[in-house]
């Protein structure tokens, strides 16, 4: 049964650090693409960061580009995110997902069919 599975969220104060896991699963983690978006309250989801594992490329949304690192460890199927200096309005249910074809657009949540339950992150400035 393909999953995912994140954790690390939780209140943080402004400028701290969190990281967030993602737990993979059978197909999940074969994947090329696999990412992270948010969606904050009354918000659309919005695209966070996205990796090729394959070119190792990362790709990342401006609002936490130089905050914010994709990583992941293949022993454990676990995919991370790194985010620092944390601002109130990163504040949002994280979600990791992956593409099980090779999206035409990274950042479009419609290209990945495979997505997890989510884990809050609150910021409070």
């Known amino acids: 049964q393909v999953q995912l599975v994140e954790s690390g969220g939780g209140l943080v104060q ?12 059978g197909r999940a ?4 693409v696999m990412g992270w978006f ?3 309250p ?3 989801r919005e695209f966070v960061a996205a990796k090729n594992w394959n070119v190792l490329r990362a790709y990342y ?3 936490v580009k130089g905050r914010s690192t994709i990583s992941r460890d293949n022993a454990k199927n676990t995919m991370y995110l790194q985010m620092n200096s944390l601002k109130p309005e990163d504040t949002a249910v994280y979600y990791c997902a992956a593409a099980i074809r090779y999206p035409k657009s990274v ?17 409070s400035s």
């Open 38 to 40: 948010r969606q904050a």
């Open 61 to 63: 949304a401006d609002s």
């Open 107 to 123: 950042a479009d949540q419609y290209e990945y069919e495979i997505w997890g339950q989510g884990t809050q992150v609150t910021v």
């Open 29 to 32: 983690f074969s994947t090329d």
């Open 42 to 44: 009354g918000k659309e």
């Open 14 to 25: 402004a400028g701290g650090s969190l990281r967030l896991s993602c737990a993979a699963s």
